[in-house]
């Protein structure tokens, strides 16, 4: 029997698991499926990535910036566990925190989410970051330190704005001009 590749047991993870948080996760917390599902967006797109390498390929530069636009959603997904406040963890009198078995159960659907969307998400950056080195600078390896910098940045600014803006990346395909009047807002 062949063996099923890492991208694809990847993907059967990821896409299994935003069914689970889909139809496990109820308000408030119905968010989760919907920020996975973003965040599994730049680890496919870092997949199909290595299809088109090639520095003249149009598909892979417009890949690659589709990749930039949706990257900052994986490391996201670990914002989302300040939300674990809402699930009061902690008895109001002695501040030990409760043996509630939903709580927990929500607390570990939430902790797997982050830690899987971080894990892959570092992955495709690694990935991606040495494919563009390959592409750009094959002689110069160091640069690839370069790339992760700067990806790192663009997805810090990403985080911030996606947190605190409270805007998507897909609003950015959608409906450019207004993405970019609450940017400037």
Same mark, same amino acid.
């Given at each position: 029997?062949?063996?099923?590749?890492?991208?694809?047991?990847?993907?059967?993870?990821?896409?299994?698991?935003?069914?689970?948080?889909?139809?496990?996760?109820?308000?408030?917390?119905?968010?989760?499926?919907?920020?996975?599902?973003?965040?599994?967006?730049? /680890?496919?797109?870092? @997949?199909?990535?290595?299809? =088109?390498?090639?520095?003249?390929? +149009?598909?892979?530069?417009? #890949? $690659?910036?589709?990749?930039?636009?949706?990257?900052?959603?994986?490391?996201?997904?670990?914002?989302?566990?300040?939300?674990?406040?809402?699930?009061?963890?902690?008895?109001?009198?002695?501040?030990?925190?409760?043996?509630?078995?939903?709580?927990?159960?929500?607390?570990?659907?939430? /902790?797997?989410?982050? @830690?899987?969307?971080?894990? =892959?998400?570092?992955?495709?950056? +690694?990935?991606?970051?040495? #494919? $563009?080195?390959?592409?750009?600078?094959?002689?110069?390896?160091?640069?690839?330190?370069?790339?992760?910098?700067?990806?790192?940045?663009?997805?810090?600014?990403?985080?911030?704005?996606?947190?605190?803006?409270?805007?998507?990346?897909?609003?950015?395909?959608?409906?450019?001009?207004?993405?970019?009047?609450?940017?400037?807002?």
């Amino acid at each position: 029997m062949k063996e099923i590749s890492t991208q694809w047991q990847i993907r059967f993870f990821l896409i299994a698991w935003i069914i689970i948080l889909k139809f496990v996760m109820k308000a408030p917390y119905n968010f989760m499926s919907f920020n996975v599902f973003l965040a599994y967006v730049p /680890i496919e797109l870092g @997949f199909q990535l290595r299809r =088109f390498a090639d520095r003249r390929s +149009l598909a892979f530069w417009g #890949l $690659l910036i589709l990749w930039i636009v949706f990257y900052p959603n994986a490391p996201y997904v670990i914002t989302d566990l300040f939300h674990l406040a809402w699930l009061h963890p902690h008895t109001s009198i002695s501040g030990i925190l409760r043996s509630d078995p939903h709580m927990w159960f929500i607390f570990s659907l939430m /902790i797997i989410s982050a @830690f899987a969307c971080a894990l =892959f998400g570092a992955i495709s950056l +690694l990935q991606t970051s040495r #494919l $563009l080195t390959m592409m750009t600078t094959p002689y110069h390896l160091q640069w690839r330190l370069v790339w992760i910098t700067l990806c790192s940045f663009i997805s810090s600014v990403g985080i911030y704005i996606g947190r605190f803006l409270r805007l998507h990346s897909l609003y950015i395909l959608m409906t450019p001009s207004w993405f970019i009047k609450q940017l400037l807002a």
